[in-house]
Nanobody
Framework: QVQLVESGGGSVQTGGSLTLSCTAS????????VGWYRQAPDTGCQLVAR??????GYPGFASGRFTISRDNAKNTIILQMDKLKREDTAMYYC?????????????????????WGQGTQVTVSS
């Protein structure tokens, strides 16, 4: 059984940093595609960062501020977020599987992605 468990969310002021972690069991993050998504109230689920077929990818709003990485020894997916803005406030979800989609979807449980974590809240205030 595959499980993804996020941690590291919380509250931070604008301009600050947070590091999110997602520890996997039942699969090896080294050998699968991984990503982070987010969903704010009344918005769709959008991709934040991904590692797909060995390549890193970020949407425009995340480029230069967010960094995704894998700690293979700990079987963990990491999202380093810097220069946080109020609009980064959302629930953040890690994901893993053969496909890490780039399209925004109504929910961060889209079946196009095989495995999802339960989410961790990030709140950025001024």
């Amino acid at each position: 059984q595959v499980q993804l468990v996020e941690s590291g969310g919380g509250s931070v002021q604008t301009g600050g940093s947070l590091t999110l972690s997602c520890t996997a069991s039942g699969l090896s993050v080294q050998y699968t595609n991984v990503g982070w998504y987010r969903q704010a109230p009344d918005t769709g689920c959008q991709l934040v960062a991904r590692i797909s077929d060995g390549k890193l990818g970020y949407p425009g709003f995340a480029s230069g501020r967010f960094t995704i990485s894998r700690d293979n020894a700990k079987n963990t997916i990491i999202l380093q977020m810097d220069k946080l803005k109020r609009e980064d406030t959302a629930m953040y979800y890690c994901a893993a599987g053969p496909l890490i989609i780039t399209a925004t979807t109504p929910s961060c449980r889209d079946r196009s992605v095989s495995y999802w974590g339960q989410g961790t809240q990030v709140t950025v205030s001024s």
